[in-house]
């Protein structure tokens, strides 16, 4: 199994454009999510998904659009880069939603990094 | 809200010390509490998990406590070595909802 993969590694945009950073994972796991990081700072949560079909908003999405149209792929759509968006972005997956006692954690892809100018 | 704080932010030990890092959150109603490692650059890597009804946690040589009554978890690794720098996050998880919080990290360098 690849796990999660992440493209770009790095991107530069200027203010203003869109894109669509790619996440994907290849063991079938129902919930996936972003994060962004900044320097200093912890994760912090952009979206989340339980399953095909299902998003949420996370800690922080505004200036974000997800979907899930597939089990596999989870895009981050940047709608109007802004400097405030530069970050290092991570997509993680996890097999299963509402589990118990388990001991499954988040897998993480190796991140995408984000300048905005 | 919840919120994780990690210190120290940074540490940087001798080879071959024992050391602690330490991880606070204002909310003790969580679900897990996980420690996570990660190398400059790179993604992060699951280190351990501790349940909420669990105290600690073991892995090799690193062993993760949890006290939920008073919002602390420490994470202790046991002569550590140079291959042991890298930063630590610990993050929370309030409920059953996968949706993790974390701290800022402590970056630590294990001198040779």
Redesign the interface.
């Known amino acids: 199994n690849a796990g999660?993969t992440q493209t770009p590694k790095f991107q530069v945009l200027k203010t203003g454009q869109s894109m669509t950073l790619q996440c994907a994972q290849d063991m079938n796991h129902e919930?996936m999510?972003w994060?962004r990081q900044d320097p200093?700072?912890?994760?912090?949560?952009i979206h989340?998904s339980?399953g095909a079909g299902i998003t949420d908003q996370?800690e922080v999405p505004n200036g974000y659009n997800v979907s899930r149209s597939t089990t596999e792929d989870f895009p981050l759509r940047l709608l109007s880069a802004a400097p405030s968006q530069t970050s290092v972005y991570?997509c993680?997956s996890?097999p299963s939603?509402?589990?118990?006692?388990s001991?499954e954690?988040?897998?993480?892809?190796?991140?995408t990094r984000l300048l905005v100018l | 809200k919840q919120e994780?704080t990690q210190i120290p932010?940074a540490l940087s030990v001798p080879e071959g010390e024992n050391l602690v890092l330490n991880c606070s959150f204002t909310d003790s109603a969580i679900y897990n509490l996980?420690w996570?490692r990660q190398d400059p650059?790179?993604?992060?890597?699951?280190l351990l998990?501790i349940?909420s009804?669990q105290r600690e946690q073991t892995s090799g040589r690193l062993n993760a406590s949890l006290d939920k009554s008073s919002g602390r978890s420490t994470l202790y690794i046991a002569a550590s070595q140079p291959g042991d720098s890298a930063t630590y996050?610990c993050?929370v998880e309030a409920d059953?909802?996968?949706?993790?919080?974390?701290?800022?990290?402590t970056r630590l360098l294990v001198r040779p």
């Open positions: 999660v919930y999510s994060y200093g700072m912890g994760l912090r949560l989340y339980v996370g991570f993680a996890s939603y509402g589990r118990q006692l001991q954690t988040q897998y993480f892809g190796p991140g | 994780v932010a996980q996570f650059g790179k993604g992060l890597t699951s998990l349940q009804s996050l993050a059953s909802s996968y949706k993790l919080i974390f701290g800022s990290g």
